[in-house]
């Protein structure tokens, strides 16, 4: 069946250094691919998306290739900030024409000053 | 436009009461989704809504779980007869549905359950 695997966190990091989350799914078709953010005490927040192949969804420094041949969106920030520490989502949607989306289980990223 | 909101934020009640949850879309949003999230575990689909009509369960939905949206505006989620395991934060979010592939999702802050 569908599904996002994620990497296992919690990530811990020195403000600016670089990040890297990976992500991979499996899935009919071709979905959207979604990364969503959640901060501590709020609701998800979509934090960027690519709907093809080749596409890279960026925002806020944070930048992901929608990659068919790997099945993967692999998340990057080339300089984190105390900030960025928060939940991240990998997710997919659309996938043969399903409106029900997957995400993965969610990677905890903590940035020290 | 003030997004997706839910109430109540927090509800402790109960094993054994029924509960009932609300959300409040962004206006225009023709698709309304509810999940179920727990501690370390992404958001777990529940059902979603095209305007009023419930178009997809999940079959992992217990039958004392139920949700409307009777005008394709709000919408509401009631479980029956609360267990323990019911406990989790229930998350509620709305998507534009035009056509084309425009999936993208807007959630709530979430109603937060706790069983005792």
Known sequence: GDSVTQMEGPVTLSE????????????????????????????????????????KGSNKGFEATYRKETTSFHLEKGSVQVSDSAVYFCAHHGAGGSYIPTFGRGTSLIVHP | DTGVSQNPR???????????????????????????????????????????????????LSDRFSAERPKGSFSTLEIQRTEQGDSAMYLCASSPGQAGNNYEQYFGPGTRLTVT
């Open chain 1, 16 to 55: 600016e250094a670089f990040l890297t989350i990976n992500c991979t799914y499996t899935a009919t078709g071709y979905p959207s691919l979604f990364w969503y953010v959640q901060y501590p005490g709020e609701g998800l927040q979509l934090l960027l998306k690519a709907t093809k192949a080749d596409d």
């Open chain 2, 10 to 60: 927090h509800k402790i009640t109960k094993r054994g009461q029924n509960v009932t949850f609300r959300c409040d879309p962004i206006s225009e949003h023709n698709r309304l989704y509810w999940y179920r999230q727990t501690l370390g575990q992404g958001p777990e689909f529940l059902t979603y809504f095209q305007n009023e009509a419930q178009l997809e369960k999940s079959r992992l």
